[in-house]
């Protein structure tokens, strides 16, 4: 008998949270029956906060599966984390980053990769044909990167996550060490890098509407094919996040044929030598430089695009999530317990539904990130070491309100 799977907090908007979903639903067709959460015997969740608002008693007897959109270093710092973590039969964690974390939490993980659209995202042979369409010069060399940098509920505001002063103060130094270097910017939110590139007087392109005083989400979100029609006007793409669950960027900047360096977050670890890997705006303008000069980061490129199609391509998804789900129940739930889910999940829609006392584990953790000196909130620790995983907690709750 087929299993009944419900797949849990779409967006739609045709973002991260959503790829994860699409991935996931292409991997399992035909192989399971997708259904209403009553019906379900088993449910996929993008990310834990669908799971918050179905609600405990709605999830009664089914299992519960959830994708991890950023480390749990960054979960600990939210409040609803400690409560939901309990319920959660298995997490799905991206990267060897992330299944440390859960590790140290004592929480059962399991690794599926990322994956993204070959057929999409590739080399084009018109690059300079792109370039002139974006007015930028034959003999420039261009940096960016097309992560949302301000935050959506205060646009003055850079996105903490993201990095954005860490890329501004690597575009101060760049200018001044390489004169014919450029920015490229494209997507919503970018409105605190725009108006700082500005006022520095360094040179940049945006691809889309210019972000005014009001949020641009709607009008400057991309499709993908046009994302990998940009990604060709770069010389290299630039990940300068403090934490990450992916990025979704780094495996699309490696199939379009970029060369790309990273902080040492997400999936980039798993992806790119130490070489292309910088944990200071000084530490990036050095390889940048290099690459200016010399074109010393297109080995790392090349191994690292042969790396993704290697391991996140759907044919590697597909058989880990499979392997996955061959553990997990079959069937669907009686209608007994069908209808028991409708009702509780109709309550949740009138009041805040109530969970069980939060998981030890994760509730010391975060008193002890009271205590703990903060270290860089780069998660370092090769192996689930707990007191390092905490002090990285501890950082990022720092980075967050500052």
């Keep these: 008998m087929k299993q009944h799977v419900h797949l849990a907090g779409w967006q739609k908007i045709a973002w991260a949270l959503d790829e994860d979903l699409r991935w996931a639903r292409t991997a399992l067709e035909g192989r399971v029956v997708f259904s209403d959460l009553p019906r379900a015997r088993i449910v996929l969740a993008a990310w834990w906060p669908a799971i918050e608002a179905i609600g ?6 089914k299992t519960v599966v959830c994708f991890a959109d950023n480390p749990p270093a960054f979960y600990l710092t939210r409040p609803g984390f400690a409560k939901v973590a309990h319920r959660v039969d298995l997490w799905i964690a991206r990267s060897r980053e992330a299944v440390h974390q859960f590790q140290a939490l004592g929480l059962p993980v399991a690794q599926v990769p990322y994956c993204v659209d070959p057929e999409i995202f590739h080399p084009l042979p018109d690059a300079e044909a ?29 996105k903490v996550q993201k990095g954005a002063d860490i890329f501004l103060k690597m575009a101060r130094l760049l200018h001044q060490r390489v004169p014919r270097a450029m920015v490229l910017l494209a997507g919503p939110r970018r409105h605190w890098l725009v108006r700082n590139l500005e006022s520095a007087g360094i040179p940049f392109r945006f691809a889309g509407e210019k972000p005014g005083a009001e949020d641009d989400y709607a009008r400057n979100i991309l499709d993908r094919p046009a994302l990998n029609r940009l990604y060709q006007a770069m010389d290299v793409c630039v990940v300068s996040s403090r934490w990450e669950g992916g990025p979704y960027s780094v495996l699309e900047a490696l199939l ?3 060369a790309l360096i ?4 997400g999936i980039a670890r798993d992806l790119l030598p130490e070489a292309a890997l910088f944990r200071s705006a000084e530490s990036a303008v050095e390889l940048l430089t290099a690459h200016a000069t010399a074109r010393s980061l297109d080995g790392a490129a090349q191994s690292g ?13 597909r058989a880990r999530i499979l392997a996955i789900f061959q553990t997990l129940p079959d069937g669907r739930p009686t209608l007994a317990e069908g209808l028991q889910s409708a009702v509780a999940l109709a309550f949740t829609r009138i009041k805040k539904p109530v969970w069980r006392t939060a998981q030890s584990s994760v509730r010391e953790a975060r008193s002890e990130m009271n205590t703990v000196p903060a270290l860089s909130s780069f998660f370092e620790a090769e192996s689930p070491d707990p007191s390092a995983f905490v002090a990285s907690a501890a950082g990022i709750q720092r980075a967050l309100e500052v």
């Design 305 to 317: 695009r042969e790396a993704a199609l290697a391991n996140n391509s759907l044919a590697a998804l």
């Design 56 to 61: 405990e008693p709605a999830l009664r007897g």
């Design 262 to 265: 990273s902080t040492p977050v």
């Design 256 to 258: 379009a044929g970029r």
């Design 130 to 158: 792109i370039r002139r369409e974006l007015d930028i010069p034959s003999d420039a060399f261009v940096v960016g990167n097309f992560h949302r940098d301000s935050e959506g509920a205060d646009l003055t505001r850079p």
